[in-house]
């Protein structure tokens, strides 16, 4: 799969200030983390949104400087404070640390899950 950068930067431009190459770079990290390209029960036409969500999630964290939940925020003098990640033993939480990784994370739920069971009729 390749990073169509310019529709990215259209969808996400609150990332005008990171360079092509940190976003590219973003692109391969999420590539890794999802294991979406080679995933065959994920629609060719969701894996791009999918992919945008995740780089968004490690923009988002990267321009932070912290993985935490933010506590605060001023904007006078600037002051942010973030705190300790939460964890509830999901794996969610990390996903959680942002609009996009939330997104992304309810996105890829039904992929996520195991199978349905049905048990079969008996047989006469």
Same mark, same amino acid.
């Given at each position: 799969?390749t990073?169509d950068?310019a529709k990215?930067?259209?969808i996400y431009p609150?990332? %005008?200030?990171?360079? /092509?190459a940190?976003?590219? @770079?973003?692109?391969?990290n999420?590539?890794i983390?999802s $294991?979406?390209?080679?995933d065959?029960r994920i629609p060719?036409?969701q894996k791009?949104n999918?992919?945008f969500?995740?780089?968004?999630?490690?923009a988002?964290?990267a321009t932070?400087?912290?993985?935490?939940?933010?506590?605060s %925020?001023?904007?006078? /003098?600037v002051?942010?404070a @973030?705190?300790?990640?939460q964890?509830?033993?999901?794996? $969610?939480d990390?996903?959680?640390?942002?609009?996009c990784?939330?997104?992304y994370?309810?996105?890829?739920k039904g992929?996520?899950l195991?199978?349905?069971?049905?048990?079969g009729?008996?047989?006469?």
């Open positions: 799969m990073f950068l990215f930067r259209s609150q990332f %005008a200030d990171l360079a /092509d940190q976003l590219e @770079f973003m692109w391969q999420a590539l983390i $294991g979406i390209e080679s065959s060719a036409a791009e999918l992919l969500m995740l780089v968004c999630h490690l988002t964290l932070r400087g912290a993985t935490g939940a933010m506590l %925020a001023q904007q006078g /003098d002051h942010i @973030f705190g300790q990640m964890t509830t033993g999901g794996d $969610g990390w996903y959680n640390l942002t609009p990784g939330a997104a994370w309810q996105a890829i992929y996520r195991g199978g349905l069971y049905f048990p009729s008996k047989r006469l």
